[in-house]
């Protein structure tokens, strides 16, 4: 299978791309084709709200560094975005690449993709993992995803109190959760 993996940190170590680096290794041992996209080394305009995407049922016309991410994403089994927390969300770039997916839905506003591609979220903030204020936040991000027809296959938060060493349980989570793709 293909997984996409697009990376919403602008550092390379940060923890969520760490996370998703060993999700990575597990996907591959499993025998899966990755491509990561790093969103912020990314020529990636907001979306210009034309309409043309589904006045002609096509992907978004803008031409920029998404049009091969959305060619990878139509071959792939398993989406994987990631970020680390900002000022209790997602970073900017990570909200306008969520945003173009809206050349994704038909006039009627329905999925253009093949439904069940597997979506995981992966999520790094400084607060304790647990802290219930950003979970709707990553709720509602996801749900741009969710509602292309995708299907939730994992979420990882890593929280302030996180044991993100190499060897610690989330990094086995997101391991474990790349083979299980």
């Not at 839905?105 to 999520?123: E, T």
């Not at 802290?131 to 991000?141: I, V």
Request: some cysteine.
């Amino acid at each position: 299978m293909k997984i996409t993996v697009v990376l919403g940190s602008p550092r390379d170590a940060s923890i969520s791309t760490r996370l998703a680096m060993r999700l990575i290794e597990g996907a591959e041992e499993a025998g899966h084709q990755v491509k990561v996209y790093r969103i912020c080394e990314m020529d990636v305009l907001g979306c210009h709200g034309c309409g043309c995407c589904r006045k002609y049922d096509t992907d978004c016309v803008i031409e920029d560094d998404l049009e091969e991410y959305f060619r990878d994403l139509r071959e792939s089994g398993a989406l994987v975005v990631t970020s680390p927390n900002y000022y209790s969300h997602v970073t900017g770039p990570m909200i306008t690449f969520m945003n173009r997916h809206y050349c994704l839905s038909d006039k009627d506003r329905n999925s253009r993709l093949q439904p069940g591609i597997k979506l995981v979220g992966i999520f790094a903030q400084g607060a304790p993992a647990d802290y219930e204020k950003y979970l709707p936040n990553y709720d509602w991000y996801l749900g741009t995803f969710l509602s292309k027809d995708m299907e939730l296959a994992g979420r990882l938060i890593a929280g302030g109190d996180s044991d993100t060493g190499e060897s610690g349980e989330l990094m086995t989570k997101a391991y474990e959760l790349g083979k299980s793709l």
